[in-house]
């Protein structure tokens, strides 16, 4: 069993920036695929990031691209997603989740129905 702990949200202003983990436990890292997804209150959750815990693959989508970047730490068992020059809009619940088996992290099969774990989510206020 996967459990996937997030942290380091909080309350940043507009152009700042934040560092969100997300503790791996009950199975190693690099058997994984683990995805960042965020939901805004009354919007579908979407597609934020992810990565492949063995070939270091990654995927982003397009609204988060150049301001975002994923990292895994296997010795932490930990990954990582950095936020750079946030805007209002990234306001929103950010969730972790895996797939095992891990399938690829690619942009065709890198969805919401495809991750068989998740964490409870850390929010991300970004306001002046």
């Known amino acids: 069993q996967v459990q996937l702990v997030e942290s380091g949200g909080g309350l940043v202003q507009p152009g700042g920036s934040l560092r969100l983990s997300c503790a791996v436990s009950?199975?190693?890292?690099?058997?994984?695929?683990i995805g960042w997804f965020r939901q805004a209150p009354g919007t579908e959750r979407e597609r934020v990031t992810c990565i492949h815990g063995f070939e270091d693959a990654t995927f982003y989508e397009d609204s988060v691209k150049g301001r975002v970047t994923i990292s895994s730490d296997k010795s932490e068992s930990t990954v990582y997603l950095r936020m750079n020059r946030l805007r209002p809009e990234d306001t929103a619940v950010y969730y972790c989740?895996?797939?095992?088996?891990?399938?690829?992290?690619?942009?065709?099969?890198?969805?919401?129905?495809?991750?068989?774990?998740w964490g409870k989510g850390t929010p991300v206020t970004v306001s002046s």
């Open positions: 989740a895996a797939a095992a088996p891990p399938g690829r992290c690619v942009d065709t099969m890198f969805r919401g129905y495809a991750m068989n774990y």
């Open positions: 009950g199975f190693p890292v690099d058997l994984l695929v």
